[in-house]
Every structure is written in structure tokens, then in C-alpha cells.
């Protein structure tokens, strides 16, 4: 198997590994249905008025489903908002692990990580108000959450495959250390950076050349 099937292969199977963000339980087609609009809604509510503003009367109103269904499927609002988080991490996973290049496999793994990367700052920035409380709540709790470590995971991968010689581990957790909630939070909300100039930052970074007399890291986990 060359390797970039191989790697394909160790981010299905990885997929599949993840109970913390995981698919749904298996439901009616009706209810899972429900399900969708009750999170579409809710993502509706966080993008145009922050997650403050999201109660089940007003998620209700805005899918069109009963409260009493509401509160039925999600208990409260904060299990309603972290069911959010989880559904939008399984979809960004299953795009950067089994969907179409250059995020998806298929593609060489330089351009797969600026790809991942891109759209890591997308995410970021579209979910930085919940990512941000969650940080707040449990600053550590980032480190060990199954989708931080399934990025790491898979940005490990990508970081062995194009740089052999290089302490992917270590790499991987510095790649993905912009990335924290808070700072995100803050390059966008009070210093006023779009999107594309933080993508372009993160590009920017990863060209830097190291001097002429660094030595190489050695090989890690």
C-alpha cells in the first residue's frame, strides 16, 4: 500500500475510533430530521447573535419544531450548543478525512495540510463564541478532547509524510497552537483580521526559513 492510501486508510479508520464526536445514535428518519433543523437553527442563532442569545423557546420558533421536541432531544441549552459543537467537529472531520482533495486524500500532503489549515481558520472563526466558552470552562480540556487529538492525529500524518526527518508530534501541536479559541477570538473580534488575512498569516508562518545553523529536530512520536 503506498502512502497516500495508506494514509487515507489511517484517517477512515480513525474516524471510526472517535465516540467523542461521533454520528448520532441511529434514529427514525423523521427524527433525525428533527435533529438537523433543531442544530440548523441553532447554528443560525450563534452566527448572527452569538451563542448568549440561543434559548429553546427561540431555537423552537426558528426550526418550526415543538419546544416540548426541543427539550425532549437536548435537555437544555447547553447541551443543546455542545450538541452543535459536536455535529459541526464530525462534519469538518469527515471532510478533512475521507472527503474530496486537496483536505480530503488524494492529494500531496503539503497541500493537504495548507488546505486543512485553511479551513481550520474557518471554523475556528465561525465557532470561535462556543469554542471560546468551552476554553473558558476547561483551558485543559482542549488538549485531551477527542477532537483535538483526532486533528493532531491527522496533521501528524500529513507533517511525517511531506517531512520525514522531522518530530511530527511536536510539529503537529505547534501548527495547531494558533489556533486556541482565545486567540482566534481575539485577531478577529478586537483586532478586526478577516479570514483570508489570518489564512494568510498561517502561510506566512509556515514559510518562515529557519537560520542557516538550526539543527534538525530529532525524530518524536
Do not use: C, K
Request: charged share 20%; glycine share 8%; hydrophobic share 45%.
Amino acid at each position: 500500500m503506498n502512502t497516500r492510501n495508506r494514509a487515507a486508510g489511517d484517517g477512515a479508520q480513525m474516524l471510526n475510533l472517535l465516540p467523542t464526536v461521533g454520528g448520532p445514535a441511529p434514529e427514525r428518519a423523521d427524527a433525525a430530521r428533527n435533529r438537523r433543523r433543531i442544530l440548523d437553527a441553532a447554528a443560525r442563532i450563534v452566527a448572527e447573535q452569538g451563542p448568549e442569545a440561543v434559548t429553546m423557546n427561540q431555537v423552537a420558533h426558528a426550526s418550526g419544531i415543538g419546544v416540548g421536541t426541543v427539550y425532549r432531544r437536548f435537555g437544555d441549552v447547553s447541551q443543546l450548543l455542545w450538541a452543535l459543537l459536536d455535529d459541526r467537529e464530525r462534519q469538518f472531520q469527515e471532510a478533512y478525512l475521507s472527503g474530496p482533495p486537496p483536505l480530503g486524500p488524494g492529494a500531496p500532503a503539503g497541500e493537504r495540510l495548507d488546505a486543512f489549515l485553511d479551513a481550520l481558520v474557518d471554523r475556528v472563526v465561525e465557532q470561535r463564541a462556543i469554542l471560546l466558552a468551552a476554553q473558558t470552562a476547561a483551558p485543559s480540556a482542549r488538549y485531551t478532547s477527542g477532537a483535538y487529538l483526532a486533528m493532531h492525529t491527522h496533521v501528524a500524518l500529513l507533517v511525517s509524510e511531506a517531512r520525514p526527518d522531522a518530530h511530527s508530534g511536536l510539529l503537529a501541536h505547534l501548527l495547531l497552537a494558533p489556533f486556541s479559541p482565545s486567540l482566534m477570538h481575539h485577531l478577529s473580534q478586537e483586532q478586526q483580521l478577516s479570514a483570508p488575512e489570518l489564512q494568510r498569516g498561517v502561510r506566512q508562518l509556515l514559510t518562515l526559513r529557519a537560520a542557516p545553523d538550526a539543527r534538525p529536530l530529532p525524530d518524536g512520536p
